[in-house]
C-alpha cells in the first residue's frame, strides 16, 4: 500500500478543516457525548467507532473528542469517546480497548500512553476484524493509519525560533532546559531529537535535561524554579508538552523572569494560551487536535467499510506568539471546542 504523508502549511492546515469539518471554530460543536450518527456517512454510515484518549482531563484531547464527535454527526457514524485520567495511566488505556473488543466495534482511534505497552490489545483488535486507527503516538505493531504531527519537524521549528529569541536579547551563550513529562514516550523522544537539531545554529547553547515531571504541573514548576535559582547560566527553556509548559510559565512567574528567559512550549492548553498572552511564555507550538478526532474517525469509517484511506497523515504545526496569536487563523487554533468523554 503506498504511504501518504502530508505536511501542511498553517493556510492549507485550516482549508483541510473547513473542508473535512465544514465548520470552524465559530460554527464547531463542542458538547460531550457520542457522535449523533444523524448525517449521511454513505455506507461508514451506522459504523461504530470508539475514541480513546490519553488523559480525559486535558482540554488538549477535549478538543480531539470534539473533532471525532463533529465526526460522527457529519458521517452518520456512532462514535463513543473514552480516555483515562492521566497519561500514566496505561493499564486503563489497556482496559479500554479491551472494553472495545468486547462490544465489537468496527474500529478504534486511538492516541496511545505508549508506543509499545498496547501492542497486544492492539494485535487482539485487528484479529477480531476491529480496524485500528493511531493518532498523535505511533505504535510499534502495524495498524491500519496514522494520524499525528511530525514531532522532530515541529520541534526543529521551536528550536530554531528559541536560537532566535536568544539571539535577540543578546543571549547566544548558557544552558537550555528542555522540562518534558514521561520518559520513554516516542512522542517526546521525537520533540527532543528535534529541538536538538534546531538549536544547533546557536552552538554556544548547551542542553540541560530533560527533566520529567510525570505529567505533574507542580512538579514541573518547582523543577523550573530550582533551575532558575541555581543556574546562574540558565537562558531558556523548552517545555515539551502542556503540563511541561503550564509548569514552566508557572516557574518564570514565580521567579519575575519573562523579561530575560525566554520559553517555547508545546500544546495550547487555556491555561498555556493565557500564558502567552501575559509573557510568561514566549511561543506555542500549536498542533491540531480537533482535525486528529475528525479525521481520525472519517479513517476509521473508510477502512471499515473496506476503502483505502492515507496511511499516514500530517495536519502540521505552526508557531504561536504574542504578535500573531490575535490573528483569526491562529486563534481558531488555540481556541478549539472541546467535549467530555463518555
Do not use: H
Not at 149 to 164: H, I, P, R, S, V
Not at 182 to 210: H, M, S
Not at 217 to 235: E, H
Request: charged share 20%; net charge negative; proline share 4%.
Amino acid at each position: 500500500m503506498k504511504r501518504i504523508k502530508f505536511s501542511l502549511s498553517l493556510v492549507a492546515v485550516i482549508a483541510l478543516l473547513m473542508l473535512v469539518a465544514g465548520v470552524v471554530a465559530g460554527r464547531a460543536t463542542g458538547g460531550g457525548g457520542s457522535g449523533g450518527g444523524s448525517g449521511d456517512g454513505g455506507r461508514s454510515a451506522g459504523k461504530r467507532i470508539d475514541v480513546i484518549i490519553k488523559a480525559s482531563d486535558s482540554s488538549f484531547w477535549q478538543s480531539m473528542l470534539a473533532g471525532a464527535k463533529q465526526a460522527g454527526g457529519d458521517f452518520g457514524i456512532e462514535v463513543s469517546l473514552f480516555g483515562p485520567t492521566s497519561e500514566t495511566d496505561v493499564g486503563q488505556q489497556v482496559q479500554l480497548v479491551e472494553n472495545s473488543i468486547s462490544r465489537g466495534v468496527d474500529g478504534i482511534v486511538l492516541a496511545s500512553n505508549s508506543s509499545s505497552a498496547l501492542n497486544n490489545v492492539i494485535e487482539r483488535a485487528r484479529k477480531e476484524g476491529i480496524k485500528v486507527i493511531a493518532v498523535d503516538t505511533q505504535v510499534t505493531t502495524p495498524v491500519d493509519g496514522f494520524i499525528g504531527t511530525d514531532n522532530l519537524k515541529a520541534a526543529e521549528q521551536a528550536g530554531a525560533k528559541l536560537c532566535e529569541l536568544a539571539k535577540a536579547s543578546g543571549r547566544t551563550a548558557g544552558n537550555v532546559l528542555i522540562e518534558s513529562s514521561v520518559a520513554g514516550v516516542q512522542v517526546l523522544t521525537d520533540r527532543e531529537t528535534g529541538f536538538r537539531g534546531g538549536l544547533a545554529a546557536c552552538p554556544d547553547l548547551k542542553i540541560v535535561g530533560p527533566r520529567f515531571n510525570n505529567n505533574d504541573i507542580n512538579l514541573a514548576a518547582s523543577q523550573v524554579n530550582d533551575a532558575i535559582t541555581a543556574d546562574p547560566n540558565l537562558v531558556a527553556v523548552f517545555a515539551a508538552n502542556n503540563t511541561s509548559g503550564v509548569g514552566a510559565a508557572r516557574g518564570i512567574k514565580d521567579n519575575n523572569a519573562a523579561d530575560r528567559i525566554p520559553v517555547v512550549s508545546f500544546d495550547t492548553d487555556p491555561q498555556q494560551v493565557a500564558a502567552l498572552g501575559d509573557g510568561s511564555l514566549d511561543v506555542l507550538v500549536v498542533q491540531n487536535p480537533y482535525f486528529f478526532g475528525y479525521q481520525g474517525v472519517v479513517v476509521a469509517g473508510m477502512a471499515a467499510v473496506g476503502s483505502i484511506p492515507p496511511r499516514n497523515i500530517d495536519p502540521g504545526a505552526v508557531l504561536a506568539d504574542k504578535s500573531n496569536m490575535g490573528n483569526e487563523e491562529i486563534k481558531t487554533l488555540l481556541t478549539p471546542p472541546t467535549a467530555k468523554a463518555d
